[in-house]
T-cell receptor, first 115, second 114 residues
Framework: AQSVAQPEDQVNVAEGNPLTVKCTYS??????LFWYVQYPNRGLQFLLKYITGDNLVKGSYGFEAEFNKSQTSFHLKKPSALVSDSALYFC?????????????FGPGTRLSVLP | EPEVTQTPSHQVTQMGQEVILRCVPISNHLYFYWYRQILGQKVEFLVS????????KSEIFDDQFSVERPDGSNFTLKIRSTKLEDSAMYFC????????????FGPGTRLTVT
């Protein structure tokens, strides 16, 4: 069975500082990995994905994530946080070995960037 | 860029009523999904649909729920006899093929059951 853990419910960071939102996953076989962001009363907005190739993936709004197969992690990072980055962040995994398989989302991490 | 659309954006209904949430997936996509997010909580898989039948469903997707592709463009989620705990954001998603890595999500329908 697939699962995703986001060990921190809340991450607080000062504006201008680097941020990290953690994600670990469990899936049989090789994963597809995704990060989505949700602003209040809005839908899911795609940030970035890991499919194959380079373990460091760059996405929207200056975010990046590093796929670490040995640690089964896919942490989201940004070198310099903005107040406007404050939102709810979801990590998601999808197994690539089962056709048509659904996403499994993590519980979400609320990021607060303080001015 | 093509996108998944959902209507309505917000639906308010009374407990016990039936609601139909509508989605228009991306036109050349073949696999369709519904997810639910109770306010501020985890996004949960409900059901996947391919070739006019359910391919997978979660334990949340009980007899109260049904899905349909009534024509070539719409994909609907029907909730019979709504309960207060059905209040949530409902997201539709689609993929071009089952092997495609990415699902494209719609903006969601917020369902409020009073």
């Amino acid at each position: 069975a697939q699962s995703v853990a986001q060990p921190e419910d809340q991450v607080n960071v000062a504006e201008g500082n680097p941020l990290t939102v953690k994600c670990t996953y469990s899936v049989s076989g090789n994963p597809y990995l995704f990060w989505y962001v949700q602003y209040p009363n809005r839908g899911l907005q795609f940030l970035l994905k890991y499919i194959t190739g380079d373990n460091l993936v760059k996405g929207s709004y200056g975010f990046e994530a590093e796929f670490n197969k040995s640690q089964t992690s896919f942490h989201l990072k940004k070198p310099s946080a903005l107040v406007s980055d404050s939102a709810l962040y979801f990590c998601a995994v999808r197994g690539r070995d089962n056709y048509g398989q659904n996403f499994v989302f993590g519980p979400g991490t609320r990021l607060s960037v303080l001015p | 860029e093509p996108e998944v659309t959902q209507t309505p954006s917000h639906q308010v209904t009374q407990m016990g009523q039936e609601v139909i949430l509508r989605c228009v997936p991306i036109s050349n996509h073949l696999y369709f999904y519904w997810y639910r997010q109770i306010l501020g909580q985890k996004v949960e898989f409900l059901v996947s649909f391919y070739n006019n039948e359910i391919s997978e469903k979660s334990e949340i997707f009980d007899d109260q729920f049904s899905v349909e592709r009534p024509d070539g463009s719409n994909f609907t989620l029907k909730i019979r006899s709504t309960k207060l705990e059905d209040s949530a954001m409902y997201f539709c998603a689609s993929t071009r093929t089952g092997g495609s890595p990415e699902q494209y999500f719609g903006p969601g329908t917020r369902l409020t059951v009073t």
